[in-house]
C-alpha cells in the first residue's frame, strides 16, 4: 500500500471519511492534508469538489492486524457490537482504548482513553455523538421593492453512527464509523407550496427549476420577477445665465484678485436666450411580485414665467431677452432689468445717483455721495468712501469701504431690525414672565406691579432701554409696517416705562404682551422672502446692512458693524473691534478681535453656527439669548446650540465643560 493517496468527496469530512473505511483505520492512524476547498457559484450551477491527500501513520503502518495473546480476554466488534472472551488461565482481561469522542462509563463511573473489562461487558456503557436525520430546507428571500423573489434550496445529508468493526484481540482501539444519509431532493410541488405560502402571484417562472437543478445539493435562483415601474421625467427649465451672483467660485487665497474679470453682474443682448425647458416624459406603472399596482404619477411640467424684457417662443420651451439689461429669477418670474451704468467716479459732477433699477459704476464713490438702487442691485468697481449705497437687491464692492453705511435688501433690511428687536423683546418678557411666577410663588400677597417693578430695576434693567429703541425705531410709521404693531409699542410702554409697572394690576396684561410679541414675531420672520447680499473687499469704520449675507474677500474688517439676514463669511483677514449679528445663518471669520482685547462680539438671533480660525481675549459671541465670552486667545473655534444649551469648542476640547 502506498504511503499517500488523494481522496474526493463533495465536503472535506466525505473525503476523510471515504479514506477511513476504505484503509479499515481510524482518524487517529492518519495524516490528513485538505488539497482543495468545495466552492460553489450563483444558483449552485458551478460546484468543485473537496480533495485531500490522506497519509497513514507509521505505527498503522507497521501492523493492521491485531496481536492474540494465548490465555488473554479477548474483545472485539461485530457489526457494530462489542463481542467479549473472557480471559483463561490466570491471562490479563481485555482492554479497550478509544478517544474523546466515544464517551465510556464502566461501573457508574466515566472512563477516560483506556478500560480495563475485569468484570466483562455487563458494566460498561459506551455513548457514541447524536445520530443527525437528514432534511431539506427551502425558503423564499423577497427583495426590499417586492420585486424579485429568491428561492433557496438545501439539502443537509443525515449521518448515523456506530462502532467500527475489528477483529477480537487482548487490547483494541474503539473507533466510530459514519454513515452519510442522503437528504431527500425538493420537489417542484413543495417549491409551489412554499411560493403560495409567501403570496407570491406575479411573475412566477417554474420553468427554472430543472431536474438538473433539483439533483444539485444546495442551489438558488430567481424564482419570480415583477414589472419594474418606468418612472416620469419631469419637465425642467435650464436657465442660461447665473442665477445669482454667489453662485461664481472666487478664489478667497489667491494671491491678487482681478474683479474685472469675475463679471459679477451678467449683462444680455436683446434677442439672447435666457432659458429652455426640457418637456416632461410619461412614466408606465410596475407591479410587483405580489400583484399589487406600483403608480408612478405624472410627471411635472413646468412653464416658464416672463415677465418685463422677456418674451417667449411660440412653443413655449424658450426665453429670450427683448432688451440689453441684467437678467433676474424673481419669485420664479424671468426678467431682463434696465441698468445704468457710470464709467467714471460718483463725485459733485454727478450728485446723488438714483435709479429704478441695476446700477453698475466702474470708478468710486466720493465723501458725501449717495447711490441708491430702487428696484435692483449695485456694482462698484471701485472705493467707496465716507458714502451712503443702498440697494434692493445685490451690492459688490470691488476695493474698500471706508467709514460708509451700505444697505442691501430694501424694505426688508426693516423687516430684518424687527424680527431681530421681536425676537429679544420676547425672549426678556418671558423670562421676566417666568422670574415672576417664581417670585409670586413664594410672596402670594405680594402686588403684581410691585413685583415687576423689582425685576425690571434688579435684573431686567435692559428691557426699558430696548423698548424705548424699539419705539424710536419702528413708531414713525412706515407704510410696510402693520398698524397692530404701533399698538403693541405703545402698550409695552405703557406697562414697563415709568410708573407703568407700579400700575399694573395683574400679570394677565404682561402675559397679553408675550402672546402679540410671539404673534409678530412669526408674522414678520418671512415677511419678505427676497434676500440681497453685500460683497466688500475690506471694511473700515463702516456699517453694512443685508437680508441675505454679507462676506468680505479681501484683507478684513476694521471697527465695523455688520447686521445680515442669512449669514457673515469672511475667509481671510481679521474682523476687529465692533459687531456682527446675523438673523439667522452662519458665521464664519478667520480671526476675531485683537490682541490687546478690544471688544468684539458675534451674535447669531435665531439659528445657526460659528466657525472661527482665531478668537481673541474680550470676544464675546452669543445665540440666541445665550453668551460666552473668551479670556484666553483661543484657536479652531466652534459655537452652536444643542439640546444641552450653548456648545463652545476648542478643536475637539469643550471650552464650557
Given amino acids: ?107 457508574g463511573k466515566q472512563a477516560k482513553n483506556a478500560v480495563t473489562l475485569e468484570e466483562g461487558l455487563e458494566p460498561l456503557d459506551i455513548q457514541l455523538p447524536n445520530d443527525h436525520q437528514p432534511s431539506t430546507d427551502i425558503e423564499i428571500e423577497i427583495s426590499e421593492d417586492k420585486l424579485e423573489a429568491l428561492l433557496r434550496v438545501r439539502r443537509i445529508y443525515g449521518v448515523t453512527r456506530r462502532l467500527k468493526d475489528c477483529k477480537p484481540a487482548n487490547i483494541i482501539e474503539l473507533s466510530i464509523e459514519e454513515v452519510t444519509i442522503p ?206 449705497i443702498q440697494a434692493s437687491r445685490d451690492i459688490v464692492i470691488s476695493k474698500n469701504a471706508i467709514s460708509s453705511k451700505i444697505s442691501a435688501g430694501g424694505d426688508a433690511i426693516a423687516f430684518l431690525k424687527l424680527s431681530s428687536f421681536l425676537n429679544e423683546l420676547t425672549e426678556q418678557v418671558s423670562s421676566l414672565l417666568s422670574a415672576f411666577y417664581t417670585v409670586i410663588k413664594r410672596q402670594p400677597e405680594t402686588s403684581h406691579g410691585r413685583v415687576v417693578k423689582n425685576l425690571l430695576e434688579i435684573k431686567y434693567t435692559d428691557l426699558p432701554k430696548k423698548i424705548q429703541e424699539f419705539d424710536h425705531l419702528f413708531s414713525e410709521g412706515k407704510d410696510i409696517f402693520e398698524n397692530g404693531l404701533f399698538l403693541l409699542i405703545n402698550n409695552m ?31 414678520y420672520q418671512h415677511a419678505s422672502e427676497e434676500t440681497a447680499d453685500i460683497t466688500v473687499s475690506y471694511l473700515q469704520n463702516s456699517t453694512l446692512e443685508a437680508s441675505g449675507s454679507v462676506r468680505v474677500i479681501g484683507q478684513g474688517a476694521y471697527y465695523s458693524k455688520i447686521i445680515a439676514g442669512q449669514g457673515y463669511y469672511q475667509a481671510r483677514g481679521v474682523f476687529r473691534g465692533g459687531e456682527i449679528v446675523v438673523e439667522e445663518g452662519d458665521i464664519q471669520v478667520k480671526e476675531l478681535g485683537g490682541p490687546t482685547g478690544i471688544v468684539t462680539v458675534a451674535s447669531i438671533v435665531r439659528n445657526g453656527r460659528m466657525s472661527i480660525g482665531l478668537v481673541h481675549p474680550n470676544v464675546t459671541v452669543a445665540i440666541g439669548n445665550q453668551k460666552y465670552r473668551f479670556e484666553n486667545q483661543t484657536s479652531m473655534v466652534r459655537v452652536y446650540l444643542s439640546n444641552e444649551g450653548l456648545e463652545v469648542f476648542s478643536g475637539s476640547a469643550s471650552l464650557l465643560r
Fill in 493 to 523: 410702554k405703557a406697562v414697563f416705562l415709568g410708573r407703568g409697572p407700579l400700575e399694573l394690576i395683574d400679570i394677565s396684561t404682561v402675559e397679553i404682551i408675550r402672546s402679540d410679541l410671539l404673534h409678530w414675531k412669526e408674522f
Fill in 183 to 388: 437528504a431527500p431532493k425538493a420537489t417542484l410541488t413543495e417549491i409551489r407550496e412554499k411560493v403560495n405560502k409567501a403570496g407570491i402571484v406575479y411573475g412566477i417562472d417554474y420553468d427554472v427549476i430543472t431536474n438538473e437543478l433539483l439533483e444539485e445539493n444546495d442551489f438558488e435562483v430567481v424564482i419570480a420577477r415583477g414589472q419594474e415601474p418606468i418612472y416620469p421625467r419631469h419637465g425642467a427649465i435650464d436657465y442660461l445665465f447665473p442665477l445669482t451672483s454667489g453662485q461664481r467660485e472666487i478664489d478667497l487665497e489667491a494671491d491678487r484678485i482681478d474683479h474685472f474679470e469675475l463679471n459679477i453682474v451678467p449683462n444680455v443682448e436683446k434677442g439672447q436666450p435666457l432659458a429652455t425647458k426640457t418637456a416632461p416624459v410619461h412614466g408606465q406603472p410596475g407591479k410587483n411580485i405580489f400583484g399589487k399596482v406600483i403608480n408612478v404619477g405624472e410627471p411635472k411640467n413646468p412653464e416658464i414665467q416672463i415677465g418685463e424684457g422677456v418674451v417667449l417662443s411660440e412653443d413655449g420651451l424658450t426665453a429670450y431677452a427683448d432688451q440689453p439689461g441684467r437678467p433676474v429669477l424673481e419669485n420664479g418670474v424671468l426678467k431682463v432689468l434696465k441698468i445704468y451704468e457710470l464709467n467714471k467716479d460718483v463725485d459733485l459732477s454727478t450728485g446723488n445717483i438714483r435709479f429704478n433699477g441695476e446700477i453698475i459704476i466702474r470708478g468710486n464713490v466720493t465723501e458725501q455721495l449717495k447711490v441708491e438702487a430702487f428696484s435692483g442691485g449695485i456694482q462698484i468697481y471701485g472705493m467707496v468712501t465716507q458714502a451712503q
Fill in 1 to 107: 500500500m502506498a504511503n499517500s493517496k488523494i481522496y474526493r468527496g463533495k465536503t472535506v469530512n466525505e473525503a476523510i471519511q471515504l479514506a477511513l473505511n476504505e484503509l479499515n483505520v481510524t482518524r487517529s492512524e492518519i495524516d490528513v492534508e485538505v488539497v482543495n476547498q468545495p466552492k460553489e457559484y450563483l444558483f449552485g450551477m458551478i460546484r468543485t469538489f473537496a480533495v485531500v491527500k490522506v497519509t497513514l501513520k507509521e505505527t498503522a503502518q507497521m501492523s493492521l492486524e491485531p496481536e492474540i495473546v494465548p490465555g488473554a480476554g479477548l474483545v472485539g466488534v461485530e457489526n457494530g457490537k462489542l463481542v467479549y472472551t473472557p480471559p483463561r488461565d490466570g491471562g490479563a482481561p481485555p482492554r479497550i482504548l478509544f478517544d474523546n469522542t466515544i464517551i465510556v462509563y464502566y461501573n
